[in-house]
């Protein structure tokens, strides 16, 4: 019997790879997308079957969404416009969209997310949020003066408060590049973000982010853990390619 995930932010970049390596397990999973613009969706995946157009901030659209399915992915996240300097040299200024900035969207559209989704019945919720969390003075909190990483972390907190089998996926800094090919280290609050293991740069590609999440449905015992996830560079000879997924999230131990 297959089960039913619905990942919301589905027209993102991490978001799109999700519902993608969802859609090639199909012996397993039926993926419903949700995003706010058909047209995008018609752009990334040719058609819009298998999608439903909506808006986190309207509790109807994910009623409307969320019933029948058993898990939940959020992948819906505040992204900052750039405006162009005013003169050559200044530096750039950041702003979001109306209805788009992080206390809309990473904790108002969130929560109704959490709501929603334990008002229908949902069993269990993969949240992807960001490393950082634990530093109220991340330089990405000034950005646009959105406090995006303080908000996030308010949405996490009532997520594990909820009630619901949670898994949160806190990724380090996200690569375009290949996935599946790396060597990936979890850790919480944090550690690895201060004191990245041999000083390696605490990133990881969007597919491994992806792959984790796929892997989080699947392993019990990736439930209600809250955790840390970067890579080792793809040139590492001593990394071993991750594909013990059990053993993975085993090593987190605490939230």
Known sequence: MTKKIVVTGATG???????????????????????RSEEKIKQIFGSTDGFEIGDILNKNDLFRTFKGCQALVILTSAVPQMQPPIQEGEKPEFYFIENGNPEQVDWIGQKNQIDVAKEVGIE?????GSMGVTNK?????????????IWK????????????????IRAGGLLDQPDSCRELIVGTNDTLL????????PSIPRG???????????QPNARNKAFDIISKPEEDSQAVITSDWETLFAQITQT
């Open 13 to 35: 970049r991490t978001g799109s790879l999700v519902v993608k390596k969802l859609q090639s397990q199909s012996q397993e999973f039926e993926v419903l997308g949700f995003a």
């Open 208 to 218: 491994d982010v992806a792959n984790t999440v796929i892997e989080a449905l699947k």
């Open 194 to 201: 201060i004191s990245p293991p041999n000083n390696i740069r």
């Open 153 to 168: 972390s308010k949405a996490e907190q009532y997520l594990m408060e909820s009630g619901i089998d949670y898994t949160i």
């Open 124 to 128: 269990h919720i993969v949240l992807v």
């Open 137 to 149: 003075n991340h330089f990405l909190n000034t950005i646009g003066n959105g406090n995006i990483l």
